[in-house]
C-alpha cells in the first residue's frame, strides 16, 4: 500500500540556521510529491509540489524540495529559518484521487 | 474572497447523539474531500466526492455520512456509531486531482470533541 513517512516527529533548530525535513514514500510509480504546513488550530497550506521535471522543486517562503527517485525521497530544506516558520510540516504523496500524509513534523525554532 | 469555510470551529458531541460539521466553498471546485487529523497520525481520509450527487468513502469511513446535493457544499455527519469522534476535521476541495497545476485548498477546520 501506498504510505509516507515523515521518521522526525519533533525537529528544533536555532533561528537562522539551515533546515531539513525529510520524507520518503512508498509509490510504484512516478508520483506526484508534496509539501504542506500548518499552523495550529488551522487548514494546510501548500508549500510546493513535485509532479515531473526539475527534481529541485522551489515554493513559497523560502523552501525548497528535492525529489530523489533512488532514495524514495524528497526532503523539504530552507537555507535560513525565521522564527514565523515554527510550526507543523506535512509530506504527501497524490495516488489515483486522493492524498496520502505523513503523520507531520513539528518544527520548533529557537532564538 | 474565494475560498473554504468550515463551521463550527468547535464543537461538543454527547454520548449516542449525531452532529454535522459544514463545510462550503465558493471556488467552483468539483473535488471535496473531509480528512480527520489526530496527533501523531498526520491527516486520514473519511469520505471525498469528485462530483454532486457521488461520493465515495476513504480509509476510514466508518461511524460517518457525507452527502454532496450542491457543488458548493460537502456537509460531515459524524453519527453515534463513531466511538472515537474527538478530533480535528479538515474539509478541502480542488477541481480534480491528477492534473499538473492542482493542488488542495483547506479550510480552517472543525475541533470536535465528546462532552
Known amino acids: 500500500a501506498q504510505s509516507v513517512t515523515q521518521p522526525d516527529i519533533h525537529i528544533t533548530v536555532s533561528e537562522g540556521a539551515s533546515l531539513e ?47 530523489k527517485r533512488s532514495q524514495s525521497s524528497f526532503n523539504l530544506r530552507k537555507p535560513s529559518v525565521h522564527w514565523s516558520d515554527a510550526a507543523e510540516y506535512f509530506c504527501a504523496v497524490e495516488y489515483g484521487n486522493k492524498l496520502v500524509f505523513g503523520a507531520g513534523t513539528i518544527l520548533r525554532v529557537k532564538s | 474572497d474565494g475560498g473554504i469555510t468550515q463551521s463550527p470551529k468547535y464543537l ?8 454535522t460539521l ?31 450527487n457521488d461520493f465515495q468513502k476513504g480509509d476510514i469511513a466508518e461511524g460517518y455520512s457525507v452527502s454532496r446535493e450542491k457543488k458548493e457544499s460537502f456537509p460531515l455527519t459524524v453519527t453515534s456509531a463513531q466511538k472515537n469522534p474527538t478530533a480535528f476535521y479538515l474539509c478541502a476541495s480542488s477541481s480534480g486531482l491528477g492534473q499538473s497545476n492542482e493542488k ?7 475541533q470536535l470533541s465528546v462532552l
Not at chain 1, 509539501?35 to 510546493?48: A, I, K, R, T
Open chain 1, 21 to 67: 525535513l525529510r520524507c520518503n514514500y512508498s509509490y510504484g510509480a512516478t508520483p506526484y510529491l508534496f509539501w504542506y504546513v500548518q499552523s495550529p488550530g488551522q487548514g494546510l497550506q501548500l508549500l510546493l509540489k513535485y509532479f515531473s521535471g526539475d527534481t529541485l522543486v522551489q515554493g513559497i517562503k523560502g523552501f525548497e524540495a528535492e525529489f
Open chain 2, 12 to 19: 461538543f458531541r454527547k454520548e449516542g447523539q449525531n452532529v
Open chain 2, 22 to 52: 459544514s463545510c462550503e466553498q465558493n471556488l467552483n471546485h468539483d473535488a471535496m474531500y473531509w480528512y480527520r487529523q489526530d496527533p501523531g497520525q498526520g491527516l486520514r481520509l473519511i469520505y471525498y466526492s469528485q462530483i454532486v
Open chain 2, 104 to 110: 488542495l485548498f483547506f479550510g480552517s477546520g472543525t
